[in-house]
């Protein structure tokens, strides 16, 4: 145990700290005072929803939408917009609010929307952090995504993905229990059985198809559940958006998993290397044309990207119940995706 987290504890440390170092002084001299672009992103985030999911009109976002982001966003029948008068009904209702009559006053609207609380003191550093792991994206992650969807089959990709997720069954058993939830517990446990025997090895996603749906829960979620609130946004590096009590699932996360544990106990990190490598490289090849999509319609594209973060990961944690029974579309992607298996 002592050497699992000798190893492991100290190589993330050191990337953490080595990055914070370089990257902090850096962001110092951006800080600005981002509210309004929050409440602006926040349109723009539900225009990209609702043109791929369908009506999201009450995940809680009332902002006015960027007419660019609109323009880009909705089909034409959606956007056909009245220039004669006020009638504005089959309009969405987000969009309503962006009439003639209320234009003028948009910028007050905005700024006293009920959107998310940003609780963001390390804006200047986490905008830092966002263009470090974009950077990283762009010159590593990006092109090994797409060569891996070049040179494997859909059905190839998708037993690896099956294989990733069984691995990490023993992870979700655990926080399921942790979390006292025995229904879940129970499906956790049949999944793996299965799976690992009939779906072979996990390839194949036999318990899906029996109707034993797979559902993905963490230490973050274990703390959010027995009341540790989560503190204050913060972008990771190579981890991307999370906060103190995510990242501290994140790394403890580790040592409830059998696989990490027999890797570092009998010196085959490899083992732990491929799979990280791996998991990183299929996880992100399911999300980044949905990034790039959020971000070429985004005023703000770092605060549209911390309110979809938070949005779905509260919506995890309530197991897809949002806050006040709202509904949340379900997402492909889970920003909150670490690079290993999920």
Request: charged share 25%; net charge negative; no cysteine.
């Amino acid at each position: 145990m002592l050497k699992s987290m000798r190893r492991s504890g100290s190589l993330r440390l050191a990337l953490a700290v080595g990055a914070i170092a370089v990257l902090l002084p850096a962001g110092a001299s951006r800080a600005a005072d981002q509210f309004a672009y929050e409440q602006v992103a926040a349109a723009d985030i539900k225009d990209v929803m609702q043109a791929t999911y369908g009506d999201v009109d009450e995940i809680g976002i009332d902002a006015p939408a960027a007419a660019t982001s609109a323009e880009n966003s909705f089909p034409a029948a959606e956007r056909a917009v009245s220039t004669t008068g006020s009638d504005t009904r089959d309009l969405p209702q987000f969009a309503q609010a962006w009439t003639a009559d209320t234009k003028d006053d948009a910028p007050l609207q905005v700024a006293q929307s009920g959107g998310n609380d940003i609780n963001d003191p390390l804006e200047s550093f986490n905008r830092v952090m966002l263009d470090f792991n974009e950077f990283l994206q762009a010159l590593i992650l990006r092109p090994m995504a797409e060569f891996y969807i070049l040179m494997l089959p859909d059905e190839a990709r998708d037993a690896i993905h099956n294989a990733l997720d069984n691995l990490r069954s023993p992870v979700v058993l655990a926080n399921d229990l942790l979390q006292g939830e025995g229904e879940r517990a129970w499906e956790t446990t049949q999944r793996m059985l299965i799976n690992s025997t009939a779906g072979v090895g996990g390839l194949i996603d036999v318990a899906e198809k029996w109707g034993i749906k797979g559902h993905s829960e963490d230490l973050g979620q274990t703390f959010a559940v027995w009341g540790v609130p989560e503190g204050f946004y913060l972008v990771l590096p190579l981890f991307g958006p999370s906060n103190p009590r995510d990242a501290i699932g994140k790394f403890l996360d580790s040592y409830l998993d059998p696989l990490s544990h027999y890797a570092d106990n009998t010196d085959r990190e490899e083992i732990s290397y491929t799979r990280t490598l791996l998991g990183g490289v299929d996880e992100f090849s399911r999300v980044m044309n949905d990034l790039q999509k959020l971000k070429e319609t985004s005023v703000d594209y770092y605060a549209a990207l911390r309110s979809v973060a938070r949005q779905k990961r509260e919506a995890d944690i309530r197991n897809g119940t949002p806050k006040e029974g709202a509904p949340v579309p379900d997402l492909k992607y889970d920003f909150n995706a670490e690079f290993t298996a999920q």
